[in-house]
């Protein structure tokens, strides 16, 4: 569930922003799942499993990140790419705030430097919390601080790669945050409950910031302005977050955003499924078990048993456009809050304006080539997929872009 100011920022954005971070910002096979279905936030990315934040286990995870920073060159991507610079907090156990971290430099010469650092878990920042409290309520004293002893260590440790000149040009940035910020929130997918297994795939809620450059020495394949899935090849970005169904973001190419189990079902624009989406109850999410079962199709007319994972299974892939736009977050794992469900999506960009599925704008009508020669994108972030040629989607799925989803 969402509590506190933290709760309050994912309410209106489906993303948590990191403490540190949110004064400036607010950030997310046949049985492959993005689940923060916003700005191409990867659990993977993050060190973390697809069921680190599992409904049912309360514990951190050991080398799981809720939120990171990472800098990146080279010809590799994901969590095998060369990070120059990464900056991480812990994953924290349930009602925990965050309480440790690291930041790693890595100059590509055989050896990477790690810093971490821990203030005690219920140190300066439960105090911090319990001071907000009082504020809110004064009532006695002012809690005072129960500060505990900090730790700092070093330690060496082999580089991810190398550093190559050659590689200047292609550079990745990469900030994802999940609802774990939340004092230790857990509300992903149990995937030991019945058949939901294949539906867990990260926390309910996240969101992330990316972006990569990746030019050739051919003009044209830098830039192409007739192309609407993907008009500048030389680099791309994406941002995004979902909270409690809400998403919002913006693309500068097409990519795959979610995608459920239906290997079937025709591929859809995330901001122009309103009328196309199988909708399920607002009860149905994964903050707990019982949550898991209650996402049948009959919610509307008062039955709504059914397993999330069929939910899953009736849901395919979902696409952005070059664009900015707001949509229902298509994973069945979202516990949508406002009273409008499906929310009134909105787009505009390269396909024109649409306001609740309707078009109000013309779109580019220029096309790209037919069958558009794919980029080597280099330092992309996890998630980043090719250019698509016209009608089609990405043939690799990326990091959910940038979403969060409330349990």
Known sequence: MTTGVIGLIRTA????????????????????????????????RQGCTKTADRNDVNAAQPGCHNLTMQVTMGDTTG????????????????????????????????????????????????????????LS??????????LQTPTVTAKQAPSTGRLDPAQITRLGFYLGADDNLDFGEHDGVNPDHGTDRPVANGPSDGGAIQASTHPTSSPTDNVNPTDTHDPVRAADSTAGACADGLCFGYDTMRRTYYKGGCTSCSPQAVYDDENT????????????ANSQDHCGSGWQTGSDQGSISGAYDQRGSYYSDPGVFIYEDPDPQASPLLPMYP??????????????????????RTSPPAAPTPLAVTSTPAGVLQPAAPGTLPTSTPAVAGGLSRR
């Open 277 to 288: 989406t199988d909708w399920r109850s607002p009860n149905c999410n994964s903050g707990d």
């Open 13 to 44: 954005a489906k993303v948590v922003v990191p403490s540190g971070i949110a004064a400036g910002l607010a950030i997310a096979g046949a049985h492959s799942a993005l689940a923060v279905s916003g700005g191409g936030y990867d659990p993977e």
């Open 137 to 146: 309520h004064p009532k006695g004293a002012p809690p005072a601080p129960a």
């Open 343 to 364: 929310i009134c999506e909105l787009y505009a960009g390269t396909q024109g304006v649409k306001v609740c599925t309707n078009e109000v704008g013309p779109a580019t």
């Open 79 to 134: 969590p095998r790419a060369y990070r120059l610079i990464t900056i991480n907090t812990d994953q924290t156990a349930l009602n925990q705030n965050v309480h440790s971290g690291s930041v790693i430099v890595d100059p590509g010469r055989g050896t990477a430097l790690t810093v971490a650092f821990d203030s005690g878990a219920g140190g300066i920042f439960a105090w911090t919390q319990a001071l907000g409290a009082w």
